[in-house]
């Protein structure tokens, strides 16, 4: 059986259909396609022929720890017993690896944070109430029939996307969920879907739906594609920006702005008429740092993966794999003198792999909420560790003084490509050098000396 290669061809068409796709459905209405026959049948094979016990192995929890023997027997009994559908979120079989991969090669500018998930009821199932989610969601039918309601097929308001999955009936946690409008919980009203085998059903993020198991057994895959608002971002990489200000090698005035927004914040910060001084020079000073602390933290990328070199959410490529995708930034990014360090949100580990291999594991995590955002291992070859060392640096490092470490040749090339690489998924920066126009900290100080002379 020849594996789907092209994300279109999961929408029931060609490139022509995933174009239209993104240019008028693609975070903004419900989208409906059927798969092809072949493609159907290539999508159930990849998942044990939609056989519980051949998929269970293949899935993970949320810490990544596969489901131990009387776990898996527990939820066999769960789902034939006592109708419960089984939400398996992270799920790692063939199919869902060709899946994921496929809209990591087509898409990988729109959502960095890609996973598959499996869903196992029957037609005695409890069905899900209304709820929306905050991620895009793609759900194929393989085995079963399924009813989906939702609300009308006009664009949820942007001005209110959820930054979370919330119930109809969840009590409101802040101001945001309190003042958002729930639609009528009867079904008068609403579009409904009827999921057969090879029905394809797309909802951008909060978008409410009710699903209801109509004949089984059901079995649905669900592709789940992060949605990350900007207002999220800019409060993630200003809080690890300024966490890292005070160590990362930046100038003085960036190490003192580091350091007040660190200190404790008090109920005196914030009187009955304006915050205090201490917090508006704060305020004032990290806006006009701003687009620099966003530079210094840019948006992780999803990128392809090797099943071989992966562990379920421990994903992996070769850096060889990588070259081959193209996923590598510029040439003219990473010249000699390009001066390069980790992005504010990522911690990079070495890790020797045999006698002459590499594993270059990146890691980037939200001190503010936890949230991971990046989690990746590249392989490659040992006498590149040199260079990469230089990375960790305060200051980081410039191409230059890198591929000296490792010499000329072969070792020089292939340094290159891994610092591409690593550009190109968002886990490297290329920060300011030594000219009056790439220092920031200057200009900032020469603002707030004006302030201070009022």
């Known amino acids: 059986m020849v594996a789907c290669t092209s994300f279109a061809s999961y929408l029931g068409g060609d ?86 991969d496929a809209w990591v090669s087509a898409c990988a500018e729109r959502g960095h944070d890609v996973e598959v998930g499996a869903y196992f009821s029957n037609s005695r199932t409890i069905h899900a109430e209304w709820h929306r989610d905050e991620n895009h969601n793609f759900t194929f039918q393989l085995l079963g029939s399924k009813d989906w309601y939702h609300t009308s097929a006009e664009a949820p308001d942007r001005g209110a996307r959820p930054d979370a999955s919330r119930g109809m009936f969840d009590a409101p946690r802040n101001r945001a969920e309190q003042l958002a409008r729930a639609p009528p919980a009867g079904l008068a009203g609403c579009a409904c879907v009827s999921m057969a085998p090879g029905s394809v059903l797309y909802l951008p993020p909060g978008h409410w739906h009710r699903v209801v198991p109509v004949a089984g057994p059901c079995v649905s895959v669900n592709l789940r594609i992060g949605q990350l608002l900007r207002a999220r971002w800019l409060c993630e990489a200003l809080f690890a920006a300024l966490a890292a200000a005070p160590h990362d090698g930046g100038g003085a005035l960036a190490r003192e702005l580091g350091v007040a927004a660190m200190c404790p914040a008090g109920t005196v910060d914030f009187g009955a008429s304006a915050p205090s001084g201490a917090m508006r020079e704060l305020a004032a000073s990290a806006r006009d740092a701003l ?133 190109y998924a968002g886990a490297l920066v290329v920060h300011a050098g030594r000219d009056a126009d790439a220092r920031p900290d200057a200009h900032l100080e020469r603002k707030r000396r004006k302030r201070r002379s009022r």
């Open 15 to 100: 490139e022509s259909v995933l174009a239209a796709f993104l240019a008028e459905s693609w975070g903004v209405r419900p989208f409906t396609t059927a798969l092809q026959p072949e493609v159907l049948a290539e999508l159930l094979d990849g998942f044990g022929g939609g056989e519980l016990t051949a998929v269970l192995p293949h899935c993970r929890k949320a810490d990544n720890s596969p489901y131990a023997v009387d776990e898996m027997e527990s939820m066999e009994r769960d789902l034939e017993t006592h109708a419960r559908t089984l939400d398996l979120p992270y799920c790692f079989t063939a199919g869902a690896h060709r899946l994921s």
């Open 291 to 423: 687009p620099r602390l966003l530079r210094a933290c840019p948006l992780p990328r999803a990128l392809p993966s090797e099943r071989a070199l992966s562990d379920g959410l421990e994903r992996g490529a070769s850096l060889s794999f990588l070259v081959a995708r193209g996923c590598l930034a510029r040439t003219s990014d990473v010249g000699p003198d390009a001066s390069m360090r980790p992005s504010a949100l990522v911690a990079l580990a070495l890790k020797a792999r045999g006698a002459d291999r590499l594993l270059v594991h990146v890691t980037g995590a939200s001190a503010l909420t936890g949230t991971e955002f990046l989690r990746f291992s590249v392989l490659c070859a040992a006498r590149v560790e040199p260079g990469v060392r230089l990375l960790l640096e305060p200051r980081g490092s410039t191409v230059a003084q890198m591929t000296n470490a490792v010499g000329a040749g072969a070792a020089a090339r292939e340094l290159v490509d891994l610092l591409r690489a690593l550009l």
